[in-house]
């Protein structure tokens, strides 16, 4: 699918060239450690070499420049995945064909070099103001999560059932972290990013592979990585226990938030993955699984109820929104459904369907240009070279008995559920 | 079959109207494997007033009731049509908005088989009043869901604060107490009226050959017995051009105020060509006005009255047009007064010359192309163009004919302080100390 090259000791180029789309894509993915100081520090990192640099000193002359460029989109986003943080810097322009005029490719190349190599500092530090100016959107961008009843939720049941534990790290810190930010802090972090971190470059388009490659190189030169890491290797997920099995928490809303945690020993990089997707599948990863079809249609208690593997952590989760009055019963139903996977009550058809999700969603997703660099980004660190077929035969081997032993591996851990219950009773 | 080929976009579109009046669309991309594929309804939220089929008498059907046909319409004597999709390995949808309702797939195989599928579950209506009444439990939660989002709350407030009568104003779901009053003959009624051929419009965009799906719906079509189509006979009572209301306010348990500025448009009767001129002009002028490169973002930005939720946005349909501005912001008087200040400034005098309309009209062209990467975008806007006499493709070409001269007519639409209105949804622990 890719074409990839090593430009430099943990420096990698990964190429495609299609037809298919009218733009072309870029991808700068920083990989670094994730913690909370490290999550805040890039979050405002991101927000700040996309405000200016060297070239276009203020945010408006900026923003003008990618308009003549035909709307060119250019941002940073801070993400995370299992341990790691990630600095992406994506842009996305018109491929010239389709253009009165040219030279717009080698503008945008040249703008992400600038945006890379040339920041806006003076003496070693950011500026004073954007920094600031930047810190205070990264805390606002924190604290909207909080109106957000379902993601509120989801992250207090993650927080719960792992402290302090990347799991529950959020890509943007903490608003104390991102408080603590100096402009020397952020400097340091910014040159730790362009000298320390592993990076892959992603570019997808319709582009000569050797041309784009020498480009690339001649105009991003980044040092060898001393501390490149080989591919993942597969270690057991230690699971924790929790405190409490059951955590009722109130907020002034009319639905109830039923979130539910639970663990199981595979991962990602665990044999068994491809029969955990199926799994998750049929109890409620679509509008034909056992979720959906008992506990919407069946029973009419929720508009939403789904569920949704976390294959970093080893972590499974259902959502639903319900009555606020009918927590017991939606946990009752909701355990019913894993307890007769759990006994092996799964139909032929239930895994065929699945399996047909499942291969739909897999070539779906790589009708994109962004999918494509998502997903190839995601298999690389397998052993194996990722390719559709090899994924539609591990789904097409998977049996009944695999699944019910897989629902058989997967143990409830966490209930949480936000409501109003509280307000009204008081 | 026709053929349309739009040279610069290096697009074939390919268009038949079937004999039952089906208008049907076929877009092969190269390099897809996956198909995109809607069938839409012209008929939305507020289609609430109409003469039935075959009646000749106008009825009032409960607020709500086009979003609860879609959900119903998934519903057959033999089970979920969503189980048929899945055994097809298809990803099915529908959306109600309030003009349109949509019914989609997208698939990278057995393309025929779920084209059928969808083709036969939309025009094979089954309701009885057992499957309604169980419905209302789980629209009830999707109303609830809604009900706790802050930006659909502000959204729809401020809409209500901008129209007196027009039905946009109601939610699209409805409430738990209108959805309660439908009955299964409610949803014939409704169906009979909008659902036949002649109101509707297929989409099939992605890896498809196009005589031979054109063919498949064809056939399909011809098997099928349909009434003789009528005019639809649609009412709406008469709306003021002022907003109904100034300013209005919600209490809801968020971490700091949302505010909008409403716009309501003079000018909602266009269609075709001069609507899309029209419709484009007025979002340019938004784009220079209150876009990330003007004046207005740096300041409002720099002095923290905007955070990343800011946006800006302007919707045109025909009968009710509005443009809005807003953010989540702990200074509302402070944003509200500067995005009333710029537009006076406008107002008094057009500041924007043709290096101005060069600069946005690059980016919108960019937009549109980059818009064609993505099949979902080509099928529903193309749809909502087509129910408008546009049609997407001819879109840059119109940006690149635009003129200032278009940008100053149109921007009209939407001046004058009686167009306005606020609309915010503040902290419930401020009520507290209020």
Redesign the interface.
């Given at each position: 699918m890719f074409q990839s090259i090593d430009l430099n000791q943990g420096i990698r180029l990964h190429i495609r060239t299609t037809d298919q789309f009218k733009t072309i894509n870029f991808a700068f993915k920083f990989k670094h450690e994730l913690t909370n100081q490290s999550a805040s520090e890039r979050a405002v990192l991101s927000n700040v070499l996309l405000h200016s640099n060297e070239l276009f000193p203020s945010n408006p002359a900026f923003r003008s420049h990618l308009d003549e460029l035909y709307g060119t989109i250019m941002y940073l986003d801070s993400s995370k995945k299992g341990s790691d943080h990630f600095i992406t810097l994506l842009a996305e322009s018109v491929n010239e064909q389709y253009l009165s005029t040219g030279g717009v490719l080698d503008q945008v190349m040249d703008l992400l070099q600038t945006v890379l190599f040339r920041p806006n500092v003076e003496n070693d530090a950011f500026k004073d103001s954007i920094v600031k100016r930047e810190k205070d959107s990264v805390i606002q961008r924190i604290e909207s999560l909080y109106d957000d009843k379902t993601r509120y939720a989801q992250q207090r049941l993650v927080e719960l059932m792992r402290p302090n534990h990347p799991a529950s790290i959020g890509a943007n810190g903490t608003k104390n972290d991102v408080s603590a930010i100096t402009t020397e802090s952020l400097f340091a972090a910014y040159k730790s990013m362009m000298e320390e971190d592993e990076l892959d470059i992603y570019v997808v388009g319709d582009i000569d592979v050797e041309e784009m490659t020498s480009r690339i190189k001649n105009a991003f030169q980044f040092k060898a990585r001393s501390n490149a890491k080989q591919k993942n290797q597969h270690q057991n997920v230690e699971h924790l226990s929790v405190e409490k099995n059951e955590v009722n928490e109130y907020q002034d809303m009319k639905q109830g938030k039923l979130h539910i945690g639970y663990v199981t020993p595979v991962t990602f990089t665990h044999p068994d993955f491809p029969k955990m997707q199926i799994t998750n599948g049929i109890f409620g990863g679509y509008p034909h699984s056992k979720l959906f079809l008992n506990v919407r249609e069946k029973e009419s208690m929720a508009y939403y109820v789904s569920s949704s593997f976390s294959s970093s952590y080893g972590l499974l989760f259902v959502l639903s929104g319900i009555d606020a009055g009918k927590q017991e019963k939606a946990v009752r139903l909701i355990d019913e459904q894993l307890a007769t996977m759990q006994k092996g009550d799964i139909s032929k058809n239930e895994i065929e369907q699945t399996v047909a999700m499942l291969k739909n969603q897999l070539k779906e997703a790589l009708d994109s240009a962004r999918g494509q660099i998502e997903i190839y980004d995601q298999y690389k660190d397998l052993d194996e070279a990722f390719s559709v077929e090899a994924w539609f035969k591990k789904w097409e081997v998977v049996t009944k008995e695999d699944i019910q032993e897989t629902a058989q591996s997967i143990e409830k851990q966490l209930v949480y559920f936000l409501s109003g219950k509280g307000e009204l009773s008081k | 079959m026709k053929e349309l080929h739009f040279k610069?976009?290096?697009e074939k579109l390919y268009h038949e109207k079937l004999d039952n009046g089906l208008e049907v669309y076929i877009l092969p991309?190269?390099?897809?494997?996956?198909t995109f594929v809607t069938f839409t309804t012209k008929y939305g939220s507020i289609d609430r007033t109409f003469v039935p089929f075959g009646e000749s008498t106008e009825m009032t059907v409960p607020d709500g009731i086009a979003h609860f046909l879609e959900h119903k319409m998934f519903e057959k004597e033999d089970g979920?049509v969503?189980?048929k999709?899945?055994?097809?390995?298809?990803?099915?949808n529908a959306f109600t908005s309030f003009t349109r309702t949509a019914y989609l797939f997208?698939?990278?195989?057995y393309l025929y088989e779920n084209t059928e599928t969808l083709l036969n579950f939309v025009q094979e209506p089954y309701f009885t009043q057992e499957t309604v009444e169980?419905?209302?439990?789980?629209?009830g939660?999707?109303i609830?869901?809604y009900?706790?989002?802050?930006?659909w709350r502000l959204y729809f407030g401020t809409i209500e604060n901008m129209y007196k009568e027009h039905p946009v104003k109601i939610d699209i779901a409805g409430t738990i107490e209108s959805i309660d009053q439908i009955t299964a003959e409610h949803l014939y009624t409704c169906y009979e009226t909008f659902y036949h051929p002649s109101n509707m419009l297929m989409f099939v965009v992605?890896a498809v050959n196009p005589e031979e799906m054109m063919n498949y719906i064809r056939e399909n079509q011809n098997k099928k017995e349909f009434k003789e189509p009528k005019p639809i006979v649609r009412s709406f009572e008469p709306e003021q051009m002022e907003v109904a209301k100034t300013e209005n306010s919600l209490y809801?348990?968020?971490?700091?105020p949302k505010v909008y500025l409403g716009i309501k448009a003079k000018e909602t009767t266009l269609q075709g060509e001069e609507m899309m001129i029209h419709e484009m002009a007025i979002q340019l002028s938004l784009e220079l006005i209150f876009?990330?490169?003007?004046?207005f973002?740096?300041e409002a930005?720099?002095k923290?009255w905007i955070?990343?939720?800011y946006v800006f946005d302007f919707t045109l349909e025909k009968g009710f047009g509005f443009a809005i501005i807003g953010s989540?912001t702990s200074m509302p008087k402070e944003l509200i007064e500067a995005v009333k200040k710029e537009l006076q400034k406008v107002e008094e005098k057009w500041p924007y010359g043709q290096d101005d309309l060069d600069?946005?009209r690059?980016?919108?062209?960019?937009?549109f192309?980059?818009a064609?990467?993505?099949?979902e975008f080509i099928a529903n806007q193309f749809t909502r163009y087509a129910f408008n006499d546009m049609n997407l493709f001819e879109a840059v070409p119109a940006l690149e004919k635009m003129t200032v001269a278009d940008l100053q007519q149109s921007f009209a639409s939407i001046q004058g302080e009686k167009q306005q209105t606020v609309f915010s949804i503040l902290p419930?622990k401020e009520q507290a100390k209020s």
């Open positions: - | 610069q976009l290096d991309k190269k390099g897809f494997s996956k979920d969503f189980q999709f899945s055994g097809f390995g298809a990803s099915a997208s698939a990278t195989d169980k419905e209302k439990g789980i629209i939660q999707e609830t869901m009900d706790d989002q802050p930006d992605g809801m348990d968020v971490q700091k876009g990330r490169s003007s004046d973002y740096v930005y720099e923290g955070d990343e939720s989540d600069r946005v690059k980016k919108k062209i960019g937009y192309l980059r064609l990467n993505s099949v419930k």
